[in-house]
């Protein structure tokens, strides 16, 4: 009968301690790779830890390309209804939204902007943006948002070498 017990409480110990290390290794934060089909190259998403933003806590997302020069911030906004993504490089911002009715690109809120609309407006593109503000209908999720932000995000660019190092020859 003892061993019994013993047996039962090395299987428990031991059920306990694949559901500790399974649930660890969830949480962990995933990378999320693929080509974004521009001269930027490989992407990489590697979820940040949260940060606060205008008293709102945020999912923090490092977007990096294989040809970048310096690495692109993604906030997450969730709300009810919708997702803001806040997409920020050192030259420029822009938002993704993504609802019920679709996914794609407008300017960044007021209350999320920290450049100048001058700084946007150097380094935006309007026609590009016009373009983007649907690129897809209905929601979403997570992961799509992301891999479509990496995708589309250079094309807004004016002049794309403004995020890329480029090689001479």
């Known amino acids: ?37 521009t001269l930027l190259g490989e992407y990489q998403i590697t979820e940040l830890e949260p940060e606060t933003v205008n008293n709102e806590t945020m999912r923090k997302f490092q977007l990096d390309y294989e040809n970048g020069v310096a690495p692109v911030t993604i906030y997450l906004s969730e709300r009810r209804n919708c997702r803001e993504y806040i997409v920020r490089s050192k030259v420029m911002e ?5 609802n019920k009715k679709g996914f794609g690109a407008t300017p960044v809120s007021s209350r999320n902007s920290l450049y100048p609309a001058q700084t946007n407006k150097m380094f935006l593109s309007a026609e590009a943006l016009g373009y983007q503000e649907r690129i897809t209908e209905g929601e979403v999720g997570l992961q799509k948002a992301l ?23």
Request: charged share 10%.
């Open 147 to 169: 891999g479509l932000i990496a995708c589309y995000y250079p094309s807004l660019l004016k002049n794309i070498q403004n995020l890329a190092k480029v090689t001479q020859n």
């Open 94 to 98: 822009v938002q993704y939204v993504c």
């Open 1 to 37: 009968m003892k061993r019994n017990n013993i047996i039962s409480g090395i299987a428990v110990s031991f059920m306990l301690l694949v559901g500790i290390i399974s649930a660890s290794a969830t949480s962990a934060s995933e990378t999320l790779s693929g080509n974004s089909q």
